[in-house]
DNA sequence: CAAATTTGACCCCT
DNA sequence: AGGGGTCAAATTTG
């Protein structure tokens, strides 16, 4: 199955485990606090999902060329860098708000500084490069218009067995991207509840308003889905606090960004009737 | 102590 | 020449 396909389902299936634990949540007078953030985290799954599944049609108009990077290191090691075979590859580009868990290990390999912009991209590839001969890599790049952004680009299929293991962390380290934005990559509370940045709070908020919006009206639309010079505009947004814990998908973003819910608030009101309808649908 | 990250050097391409 | 990608030694982390 297509990488896209995988991170597709399983985004729905947090959706639906955590549409379960709300119910409950709901039934069982546990916090508001945390019923909210399962719901906010529900709909960021949902739009994750959405977007996958919108950028999977552009995938044809993404292919790029790309290195391949097989060591074959007959030649002798005099000089450092190994000559590279190249070849075509499949280059997807994720755009979005969601969260970083695509499965798959992935260990930091460089950083540099892209002139032009603000941010450093980091350079990944499969945690199983060597032993399993795996060709996948990523390159992760913090937006530079919407820093709580992180624009991932996808280069090449994995081919290893890895996974299964409950992804225990595809959480790489972004703490460089981070300076003072940083949130917590190993998860737990310290910066997890304030955020530091004003402008990452109105960002969050901002998010969610789009988020109300579909939830609102149950229609998705990809008009949001823009190109910016090579990479798509919004991709799978890096969440820095994937679930290490792979228990819940709570985000330190969704922490944040729930901070000030009190807007929101109408909109779970209408949830009341679908709490009993849900129970019996989704259990 | 092994695995992951950091970071400057190195290399290729334009 | 310099921008971008990768290597690999040093360092940190688990």
């Given at each position: 199955?297509?990488?896209?396909?995988?991170?597709?389902?399983?985004?729905l299936?947090?959706?639906?485990?955590?549409?379960?634990?709300?119910?409950?949540?709901?039934?069982?007078?546990?916090?508001?606090?945390?019923?909210?953030?399962?719901?906010?985290?529900?709909?960021?799954?949902?739009?994750?999902?959405?977007?996958?599944?919108?950028?999977?049609?552009?995938?044809?108009?993404?292919?790029?060329?790309?290195?391949?990077?097989?060591?074959k290191?007959?030649?002798?090691?005099?000089?450092?860098?190994?000559?590279?075979?190249?070849?075509?590859?499949?280059?997807?580009?994720?755009?979005?708000?969601?969260?970083?868990?695509?499965?798959?290990?992935?260990?930091?390999?460089?950083?540099?500084?892209?002139?032009?912009?603000?941010?450093?991209?980091?350079?990944?590839?499969?945690?199983?490069?060597?032993?399993?001969?795996?060709?996948?890599?990523?390159?992760?790049?913090?937006s530079?218009?919407?820093?709580?952004?992180?624009?991932?680009?996808?280069?090449?299929?994995?081919?290893?067995?890895?996974?299964?293991?409950?992804?225990?962390?595809t959480?790489?380290?972004?703490?460089?991207?981070?300076?003072?934005?940083?949130v917590?990559?190993?998860?737990?509370?310290?910066?997890?509840?304030?955020?530091?940045?004003?402008?990452?709070?109105?960002?969050?908020?901002?998010?969610?308003?789009?988020?109300?919006?579909?939830?609102?009206?149950?229609?998705?639309?990809?008009?949001?889905?823009?190109?910016?010079?090579?990479?798509?505009?919004?991709?799978?947004?890096e969440?820095?606090?994937?679930?290490?814990?792979?228990?819940?998908?709570?985000?330190?973003?969704?922490?944040?960004?729930?901070?000030?819910?009190?807007?929101?608030?109408?909109?779970?009101?209408?949830?009341?009737?679908?709490?009993?309808?849900?129970?019996?649908?989704?259990?």
């Amino acid at each position: 199955m297509a990488m896209e396909e995988k991170l597709v389902i399983n985004e729905l299936e947090q959706g639906r485990e955590l549409a379960k634990r709300l119910i409950s949540n709901l039934k069982h007078t546990s916090s508001v606090e945390s019923s909210k953030i399962m719901i906010s985290e529900i709909l960021r799954i949902y739009q994750n999902a959405i977007l996958m599944l919108s950028f999977k049609e552009d995938d044809k108009n993404i292919l790029k060329r790309s290195r391949e990077i097989e060591e074959k290191d007959s030649k002798t090691l005099s000089k450092k860098r190994k000559l590279s075979d190249k070849k075509t590859e499949e280059v997807r580009v994720f755009v979005g708000t969601g969260s970083i868990d695509d499965g798959y290990c992935w260990r930091k390999y460089g950083q540099k500084e892209i002139h032009g912009s603000s941010n450093p991209r980091g350079y990944f590839r499969c945690t199983h490069r060597f032993t399993q001969k795996c060709p996948a890599q990523k390159q992760v790049q913090r937006s530079d218009k919407d820093p709580s952004i992180f624009e991932v680009k996808y280069v090449g299929n994995h081919t290893c067995n890895n996974n299964s293991t409950s992804p225990k962390t595809t959480a790489t380290s972004f703490s460089m991207f981070g300076e003072g934005n940083r949130v917590g990559l190993t998860e737990q509370t310290e910066d997890i509840n304030k955020p530091t940045k004003t402008e990452e709070v109105v960002i969050s908020l901002e998010d969610l308003e789009y988020k109300k919006d579909i939830f609102k009206t149950y229609s998705f639309s990809n008009d949001e889905i823009e190109n910016v010079g090579g990479w798509k505009s919004n991709i799978f947004q890096e969440n820095l606090s994937p679930a290490t814990t792979s228990g819940s998908g709570m985000t330190s973003e969704i922490a944040t960004a729930v901070e000030d819910w009190g807007t929101v608030d109408s909109y779970f009101s209408s949830l009341d009737n679908i709490i009993d309808l849900g129970q019996d649908l989704w259990s």
